[in-house]
């Protein structure tokens, strides 16, 4: 799906459709452009047919939607300017939008296909395939071979959506009362809103990732790291069980003495993927006379459709098993730990 695809829209073979748009012969006129996407050698070709009464046919092909509509675009610019007319600037008209790809309901069905997960670089609009609403599956394929095979290492600081090391944030920092205020009411808040903030899906970084449902503002609580609070001690010893039944472990740490488990007790939150370029932090949030909560909360505007990411933050460590990190980000460190 390499070729297939441009962060602002999906290619797919055999698409057709047609635009009225200025012609490129006559100053005051609009002619049809009927626009098809084919494929040549596993590439895609983009064909425009220009249709006007009085001429014959003409056919403008491109590798690119780009390519194609400059044929257009260009001859149409000249002839406004020639005839001082308002004037056209082809570098602003987008033309995957020539093209009818990113009108709305054609989006919508465009990313339903089959093989549209695979487009790496496109954003989503309306959201991947979806697989579950809100699983406890361990594997969700319900087959342990079947998950993607994860890096262990011991000693509380491992694995892929496992032991995220400390993180950010603490209430008794500069904020006093009436951040606090504002916090716990923001957490109310959350706990009856928080499903329609995400969903879950195939994820392009590793398995399953959590995608926003939404469009989410910046400094938005998005979903909250349930689990169950442990010591280290007794995450060790779990770590083993978890290894020996060959699950997949979610652990979250929260202080040098504590890790949330939410292998078996956890919620969505846990399978949010590492990204060295995220759009999510996950802070520790102490209420009033309760334990502590882990709150991944937006660190930029979300687009709906994106997926939500933090930075796992794990410890580097020369001398252990080295973690790949698979974010793809233009600044990613290559390894995790
Ligand atoms: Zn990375």
């Not at 995957?96 to 609009?125: K, Q, W």
């Not at 916090?183 to 970084?205: H, M």
Request: hydrophobic share 35%.
């Amino acid at each position: 799906m390499e070729a297939f695809h441009s962060p602002l829209a999906i290619f797919p073979r055999g698409f057709e459709t047609t635009r009225l748009y200025w012609s490129t012969r006559y100053t005051n006129k609009r002619c049809y452009y009927h626009c098809q996407i084919g494929e040549v050698n596993v590439k895609p070709e983009f064909t425009v047919r220009v249709v006007e009464q009085g001429h014959d046919d003409l056919v403008l092909v491109g590798g690119t939607p780009k390519a194609v509509w400059e044929k257009v675009l260009e001859p149409i610019s000249r002839l406004r300017k020639d005839a001082n007319m308002l004037r056209l600037f082809p570098d602003y008209v987008r033309s995957e939008d020539m093209f009818g790809l990113t009108v709305s309901a054609v989006r919508r069905i465009i990313e339903s296909l089959p093989g549209a997960d695979s487009c790496h670089n496109y954003t989503f609009r309306f959201g991947r395939h979806l697989l579950m609403e809100l699983p406890l599956a361990i594997n969700p394929s319900g087959c342990a071979r079947c998950e993607p095979r994860v890096p262990f290492t011991l000693n509380t600081t491992s694995t892929s959506k496992s032991f995220q090391s400390t993180v950010t944030g603490d209430l008794n920092a500069p904020y006093g009362k009436q951040f606090v205020h504002s916090k716990s009411s923001q957490y109310r808040r959350l706990r009856s809103e928080w499903k329609n903030n995400v969903y879950l899906a195939r994820s392009d970084i590793q398995g399953l990732g959590l995608y926003a449902a939404r469009d989410i503002e910046k400094h938005t609580m998005v979903i909250e790291y349930i689990g169950t609070i442990i010591r280290n001690e007794v995450a060790d010893r779990r770590e083993k069980v978890y290894k020996a039944q060959n699950r997949g472990m979610y652990m979250f740490r929260v202080d040098s003495g504590h890790v949330i488990d939410a292998t078996l007790t956890g919620g969505p939150a846990r399978y949010i993927n590492h990204s060295c370029l995220p759009n999510c932090v996950a802070e520790v949030v102490n209420f009033d006379k309760e334990r502590s909560k882990i709150i991944i909360i937006s660190s930029h505007k979300i687009q709906k459709g994106e997926e939500l990411t933090y930075d796992y933050k794990f410890d580097s460590d020369q001398d252990r098993h080295k973690i790949p990190c698979l974010c793809r980000a233009q600044n990613c460190r290559k390894w995790m730990n």
